[in-house]
């Protein structure tokens, strides 16, 4: 059965890479929460009133931009979106790894859940 | 309270919620949203956020133990996150449109719904079943190792599946939920797969839909990053250290427990969105 093994091998580089993409983002998010915490811990915290984030937390080059400024926040929010980021390359591995095995069915059903995870975190938001 | 205790506190409550999730197999995601509601007052929308991105962490962390096992069936998880992600863009453009009463009193109804499926017994598997054409072009059927040698499974009605997966999704994209409990039914009862596979194929496949309403969670700027990160490290850390004890914990207590404290939480949801007090 030799594509169940490949099947195997796929499943374990992707196990290997969710686990490398959850820690990496929570050490971002650890490195930001540091930062926020020392500059705005004692400022009174409340969440009773939504108001939605501003827009530079809510697009990726927002994001980008401040966490480059070692915004905290800007920083965890990066964190965040390597976290949102890593069951997407999961998904492109798999492409790939169905390539290998020459199945081009499942290659097509893993590419459109890959267009629609790309389209919910690039299109559909107002800040593009 | 100032930024620092709330942090703490929140950080602690998730710690605690990501190991019952993960000890009792009921996911930590379902408390959440309450705890962070009910007892800190946050306003639903932000909690649903951060909730969802616990979600990604935990599918993520518990991935690496789950593939260990082999028991997860890609095909199957990748075929039916088709359905899973669109039902999660669709319940997350929902989620944008619907009062944040009625947010609190579907969540209420699920978690009554989902206590009320973790305490029925689960029904005998069905065993040796004739292939079905449908899950045999798609091929679906597949094989793990059990205690009895390797044991072949052929998948059943796959459209049934792939329409609770679409609902699964819309629940999980509108109120911030790995619903993994609806995955798992429409798994294990609808297309009769053993249990083993169901539930590490589920645990795959939620990460995967929770990042479809992620995207459009951060984009619409549900997810704020000082909620988000107590609750997201306090859950993958309780989670991770659930999954490192469970071979050795005696769930049922805690099962039983946990499923009167998710009763207790849905009642208080559907009281606060019926009141107005959410």
Known sequence: MTRDWTDRTIEEIVGNL???GVL????????????YLIRHGLAPAGYHV??????DLRSLPGIFH???????????????????ATPVARVAFAIWGFAEEHDRLYMTFTGVVLIILLYSLLGSGSAF | ???????????????????LGSLTGLGGGVVLVPLLTIFFKVDIRYAIGASLVSVIATSSGAAAAYVKEGFSNIRIGMFLEIATTLGALCGAFLATRVSTRSLAIIFGLVLLYSAYLSRKPRTPEERNLPPDA???RLRMNGSFPSEEGVRHYNVQRVPLGFSLMFGAGALSGLLGIGSGAVKVLAMDQAMKI?????????????????????????????????LSMPVMLGVLAGSLLGVRILVKAETRVLRLLFSLVIVGLGAQMIYEGVTGRI
């Open chain 1, 24 to 35: 990496l983002s929570a050490f971002v998010v650890a490195v930001g929460a540091a930062i």
């Open chain 2, 194 to 226: 053993p249990f083993k596979v169901s539930t590490t194929t589920s645990n795959f496949m939620i990460g995967v839909t929770a990042a479809a309403s992620a995207g459009i969670y951060l984009n619409r700027g549900y997810i704020d990053p000082g």
């Open chain 1, 18 to 20: 969710l686990i490398a």
């Open chain 2, 134 to 136: 449908l899950a045999t």
């Open chain 1, 50 to 55: 939504f108001r939605g984030e501003p827009s």
């Open chain 1, 66 to 84: 401040s966490a480059l400024r070692l915004s905290g926040r800007g920083i965890i929010q990066l964190g965040l979106v390597l976290l949102i």
């Open chain 2, 1 to 19: 309270m100032n930024t620092f205790e709330f942090t703490i506190l929140v950080a602690m409550g998730s710690f605690v919620a990501g190991l």
